[in-house]
């Protein structure tokens, strides 16, 4: 304990605010695990910064007393990225919310690491633009670049990494740097910004990014399409894709999860799998393709609220399934296979998901070929912790077999480190001379990313 007033007294005198720099058993337990199903462990202290200038002083201090420090957002990840596993400090970036600018004629705006994705779509949208990428929470904007966050737009639009242009980060001794700029394209360097999108927190800390904007389309449609099987409606999406059609959005629910919904929300969907797509034309199109491969409803709505209606139902489905089970967690795979490879793997899925005896539904922006199977669990119950482990890893072996991804969306965290370590081999030994190179002490949330 004595070490950890020292902790909080040095921190003190850095943020010299008692509010700002926190034992307090609530706020460390807020800080200690994210929506995962991944043991929760407390930081020893929390510091709630509120500007670079804080954030650089924290990290110099850090990393000169070889303390471990792991950046916090909204705490909405799925793979324990913000679990500071080793303890020290749990460094809160939510005060750093500032939407610093909008510029409609360049399309971008520059938000602060705090800022969440609604803050920026009302600071957006009165010039008539967006920022579409949208996990479903509303996540700060700097956790979403250190996750390669993406979500139902993905499709149409891409994620984190085909939105953010330039950063301000500031690097494990303090440093702060600056990377990419306010144009949209630029071949000068080695592409840094990138390499911090998606890092986790484990090679620096994002505060500020400039990201791209887009227009707000002039015309969206909604359809839904319900289906025989899982399978037929992964075979319809391919359809659409392949024959070119611009959806924005293409979401697989299976009949699991539709009965969630149904109970959770207070919708009256059929039990049965769904596609819920979003499009702005050739809805004609659409409808024949479904319908060739035996869609047994199909439905389309233009109506803002309907639509907003339908889309806040997808967005609501990690939860509703939770509470089929209260008290339960859920392991939420997140695998990715290339598109004439996703009817197949979600059979896969399917039988394997059956036969381990566990419960769950599939969910999928299966435009861009990314599932998860959301299985509930007892995280206290080792027997249905393993049970839930080896089924994922069946699935991630039989998506990396088809030439997927272990990982979508979701990242590495520490919950994928061994399928990492399956994908990539002979990347491992890069990817930790670049950590060592911009961490050697290894303060920089360890234990994640990296095997």
């Not at 750093?96 to 779509?121: E, I, K």
């Not at 990419?180 to 071949?187: F, P, W």
């Not at 319809?236 to 109970?263: F, H, K, P, S």
């Not at 059956?354 to 435009?367: C, F, K, M």
Request: net charge negative; charged share 20%; with cysteine.
């Amino acid at each position: 304990m004595a070490v950890v007033a020292d902790l909080r007294a040095a921190l003190l005198r850095l943020v010299p605010d008692e509010s700002r720099v926190s034992e307090v058993e609530s706020v460390l337990d807020q800080h200690a695990g994210d929506l995962s199903y991944h043991e929760p462990h407390r930081p020893d202290v929390v510091v709630f910064a509120e500007s670079t200038a804080e954030v650089s002083a924290v990290l110099a201090h850090a990393n000169a007393a070889g303390v471990p420090v792991v950046a916090f957002g909204a705490g909405t990840s799925l793979e324990g990225h913000v679990i500071p596993l080793h303890g020290g400090i749990s460094l809160d970036l939510t005060r750093m919310n500032a939407v610093v600018a909008v510029r409609p004629d360049d399309l971008t705006a520059t938000v602060q690491a705090g800022a969440t994705r609604s803050q920026l779509a009302a600071a957006a949208g009165p010039h008539g633009l967006w920022f579409p990428v949208d996990p479903g929470a509303d996540a700060t904007l700097g956790g979403m670049a250190a996750t390669n966050a993406s979500g139902t737009t993905t499709v149409r639009y891409g994620g984190m990494r085909a939105h953010v242009l330039a950063l301000e980060v500031v690097l494990a001794d303090g440093r702060v740097i600056r990377t990419g700029t306010r144009a949209v394209k630029t071949s000068a360097g080695y592409n840094l910004t990138e390499l911090f999108v998606g890092s986790e927190g484990t090679l620096g800390v994002i505060t500020e990014l400039t990201l791209r904007l887009h227009p707000i389309p002039e015309r969206i449609i909604v359809a839904r399409a319900a289906f025989p099987s899982v399978e037929a409606a992964c075979r319809a999406a391919a359809a659409i894709i392949g024959a070119g059609v611009l959806v924005t959005r293409c979401e697989l629910l299976d009949a699991t999860t539709i009965a969630a919904l149904n109970a959770f929300k207070g919708t009256s969907f059929p039990e049965s799998p769904y596609l819920f797509i979003e499009l702005g034309s050739e809805l004609e199109t659409v409808r024949e393709l479904a319908e060739d491969e035996g869609a047994t409803a199909f439905e389309s709505e233009t109506d803002p609220t309907a639509r907003a209606r339908m889309w806040d139902a997808r967005h609501s489905a990690l939860m509703a399934s939770l509470a089929l089970a209260p008290g339960s967690k859920a392991m939420t795979t997140d695998v990715a296979v290339p598109l004439s490879e996703l009817a197949p793997a979600i059979e896969h899925a399917r039988a394997a998901l059956d036969a381990s005896g566990l419960r769950g539904g599939i969910v999928g922006h299966v435009g861009d070929g990314n599932f998860h199977l959301a299985f509930l669990l007892d995280p206290a119950d080792a027997e249905s912790v393993r049970r839930a482990q080896a089924l994922n890893t069946s699935l991630v072996e039989d998506a990396l077999a088809r030439g997927g991804t272990c990982t979508g969306e979701h990242g590495i965290g520490y919950g994928k480190l061994g399928y990492l370590a399956r994908e990539h081999p002979d990347l491992l030994d890069l990817y930790r001379g670049i950590k060592e190179l911009f961490d050697p002490n290894g303060i920089l949330n360890p234990g994640k990313v990296v095997p």
